[in-house]
């Protein structure tokens, strides 16, 4: 199994400008997460899902943020309009119920 | 709600000597707890999980934990240090269904 799969792996865009995130989960896996990592903050739950629904979306930082999954392997992290204080790791995680959260290599967004 | 509270933000220790990462957690009832990996510019990896099976958890790379409710403690040792220990660790726990929650994270030093 290739793990999870994260992508734009470095992103670097102007204050303003929209940025999204993807994430490609792992086969059979059926909750998937996204984390914001920074020095300040550490770890952070943003959202996640359950089978294609999202369960608890209370870390969404604002109205800027939002997260989709269409399907079983796919989703998407949505910023718009960005600022550089978004700039951060973002990380998708999946698992199968089991509290095991498998880790992608994450997104490194800068926001100038 | 569960927390988990990693007490030190940084260890640094000489290669070949004990290595003890501590956690401390805060629940009123048996928790689900885990210990991460997270090497640089890498997604976090599971090092092993507590889930009430066993009061002390073998896990990869010769760690190991021990769940002690009475301390509220789940430290993280290594009989022996290898400079590919280098990391940053996080002790985690789960809250509510399946939100991990992450304690700040320890970053590990080893000194040849």
């Known amino acids: 199994d290739a793990g999870v799969i994260q992508s734009p792996r470095h992103e670097v865009t102007e204050m303003g400008q929209e940025v999204t995130l993807r994430c490609k989960p792992i086969s059979g896996h059926n909750s998937l997460f996204w984390y914001r990592q920074t020095m300040m903050r550490g770890l952070e739950l943003l959202i996640y899902f359950n089978n294609n629904v999202p369960i608890d979306d209370s870390g969404m930082p604002e109205d800027r943020f939002s997260a989709k999954m269409p399907n079983a392997s796919f989703s998407t992290l949505k910023i718009q309009p960005s600022e550089p204080r978004d700039s951060a790791v973002y990380f998708c995680?999946?698992?199968?119920?089991?509290?095991?959260?498998?880790f992608g290599e994450g997104s490194r967004l800068t926001v100038l | 709600a569960q927390s988990v509270t990693q007490l030190d933000s940084h260890v640094s220790v000489s290669e070949g000597t004990p290595v003890l990462l501590r956690c401390n957690y805060s629940s009123s009832y048996s928790p689900s707890l885990f210990w991460y990996v997270q090497h640089p510019n890498k997604g976090l990896q599971l090092l092993l999980k507590?889930?009430?099976?066993?009061?002390l958890v073998k896990g990869i790379n010769g760690f190991e934990a021990e769940f002690k409710k009475s301390e509220t403690s789940f430290h993280l040792t290594k009989p022996s240090a290898h400079m590919s220990d280098a990391a940053e660790y996080f002790c985690?726990?789960?809250?509510?269904?399946?939100?991990?929650?992450f304690g700040q994270g320890t970053r590990l030093t080893i000194n040849p």
């Open positions: 995680a999946s698992s199968l119920n089991t509290g095991e959260l498998f």
């Open positions: 985690a726990g789960i809250q509510g269904a399946q939100k991990l929650v």
């Open positions: 507590y889930t009430s099976a066993a009061t």
